[in-house]
């Protein structure tokens, strides 16, 4: 079991979390309030994990010869917030402030567009294998800090397949949410 990280929302930065930054953000619409977390699971090529592929995707610098799969996603343009390793360790690509590309076309409780209103997180997985303890561990932890810093989103967690159906089916039948949230309301007895 690795030692538990304190994270901390300081001006949109996750103190704790090792800083990759990606060049794939833009301004949220001037007012917006963060009021979601979205739940979503990649893996480089798909159902492999390791090899640092993911960082090198968010962050433009993926070589598209490197594997086959590579091809069918070159070009691609995206990012996430905060990607969490099989290994819990959490990295941020983009400022919680800042509007990254995770979620695409999308509607959350009839509200369009959930980049411009959401944080997301990418959990190292597939739809086909179980996250790590220490994935979960991790994912609780960035919450709870996460929800000190934008109190909306306490009672608004969802999977990338909730606000995009017809599309995403991450973060998958893999992801238990129940062991998720028992986390999170076990994280709350320790302020």
């Known amino acids: 079991?690795?030692?538990?990280?304190?994270?901390?929302?300081?001006?949109?930065?996750?103190?704790?979390?090792?800083?990759?930054?990606?060049?794939?953000?833009?301004?949220?619409p001037q007012g917006t309030e963060i009021q979601l977390l979205v739940i979503h699971n990649i893996s480089l090529p798909p159902s492999q994990f390791g090899g640092g592929y993911i960082e090198k995707f968010f962050q433009n610098q993926l070589d598209w010869s490197e594997h086959p799969y590579f091809k069918t996603i070159e070009g691609m343009q995206v990012s996430a917030h905060v990607l969490i390793l099989r290994t819990g360790e959490v990295l941020q690509f983009v400022n919680f402030n800042d509007r990254a590309w995770h979620a695409g076309r999308s509607s959350y409780l009839g509200k369009a567009e959930c980049n411009d209103y959401?944080?997301?997180?990418?959990?190292?997985?597939?739809?086909?294998?179980?996250?790590?303890?220490?994935?979960?561990?991790?994912?609780?932890?960035?919450?709870?800090?996460?929800?000190?810093?934008?109190?909306?989103?306490?009672?608004?967690?969802?999977?990338?397949?909730?606000?995009?159906?017809?599309?995403?089916?991450?973060?998958?039948?893999?992801?238990?949410?129940?062991?998720?949230?028992?986390?999170?309301?076990?994280?709350?007895h320790f302020e």
């Not at 949109?12 to 060049?23: D, E, F, H, T």
């Not at 028992?182 to 709350?188: H, I, K, N, P, V």
């Open 1 to 28: 079991m690795s030692q538990a990280v304190t994270f901390v929302v300081e001006h949109g930065q996750l103190i704790g979390a090792r800083q990759v930054p990606s060049p794939n953000y833009n301004q949220r």
């Open 118 to 188: 959401s944080i997301g997180i990418e959990l190292e997985g597939s739809d086909d294998q179980p996250f790590s303890d220490l994935q979960y561990q991790a994912l609780s932890q960035v919450t709870h800090a996460l929800r000190q810093a934008y109190p909306k989103i306490s009672s608004h967690i969802a999977g990338h397949s909730d606000i995009a159906p017809q599309r995403k089916t991450d973060p998958g039948p893999y992801f238990q949410w129940q062991k998720f949230r028992d986390l999170l309301r076990d994280s709350t």
